[in-house]
């Protein structure tokens, strides 16, 4: 009895630090995901606490030292799209010719946008790029939170929302595009540049 009373402590102890450790450092970009998923700071925040609950709760599931992360992130998404059933509502779904018609030579042509997306990520992350992002369907919002905001590699958000690597890729792509439509004004303003636009200029120009 002694032996299972220490091992059950020593588990305890091990796990609250994992949890204060490997989980409580990312509470912030847990807040500003669940924030941006729900549009509301008291959903948010019950979002960011049931996430936080169900992985203090499943923390044997979890593998020390892996990404911790990434683990919360799928917890959360999986939280909200749960409060959506409750409401009897669902989040926007992307139609399968969202991504069927995705190829490669699409996502060759977007690289051009990279130019743009960083600088509106990197330099001009204001009230306009919020409310942009925000008005994106729930399935391209998340992709361009999880892999232009927060870093996530392709494969990590595969895992945390659940589809194919080639379903991300397109969904980003989309996203990327519809998120450049909205902040193009906005950005020329500020005296950004669309340098894949600069670029098809200046070839056109030499070829005259």
């Avoid at 299972?4 to 450790?21: G, M, P, Q």
């Avoid at 990279?114 to 409310?131: K, P, Q, S």
Wanted: hydrophobic share 35%.
């Amino acid at each position: 009895m002694t032996d299972r009373k220490l091992l059950v402590s020593e588990d305890k102890a091990k796990y609250d630090r994992i949890f204060n450790e490997e989980f409580l450092p990312h509470i912030d970009a847990l807040k500003t995901f669940a924030f941006h998923l729900s549009y509301n700071e008291e959903d948010a925040n019950d979002l960011v606490q049931e996430t936080y609950m169900k992985a203090h709760r499943f923390i044997f599931k979890y593998h020390e030292g892996t990404n911790a992360k990434a683990w919360l992130f799928k917890i959360l998404k999986n939280a909200y799209i749960n409060e959506y059933r409750k409401k009897s509502k669902r989040p926007n779904q992307v139609e399968l010719e969202d991504y069927l018609n995705y190829s490669e030579e699409a996502e060759d042509r977007g690289s051009g946008y990279l130019d743009l997306r960083a600088e509106i990520f990197d330099n001009m992350m204001g009230d306009e790029v919020t409310i942009s992002i925000n008005a994106l369907p729930i399935d391209f919002r998340t992709v361009i939170l999880l892999c232009d905001i927060e870093g996530f590699t392709y494969e990590e958000i595969s895992k945390i929302i659940d589809v194919p690597i080639g379903t991300v890729r397109s969904r980003l792509f989309r996203a990327r595009n519809m998120l450049k439509d909205k902040l193009q004004k906005y950005a020329e303003s500020l005296g950004y540049t669309n340098k894949r636009g600069l670029k098809k200029k200046k070839s056109s120009s030499e070829e005259e």
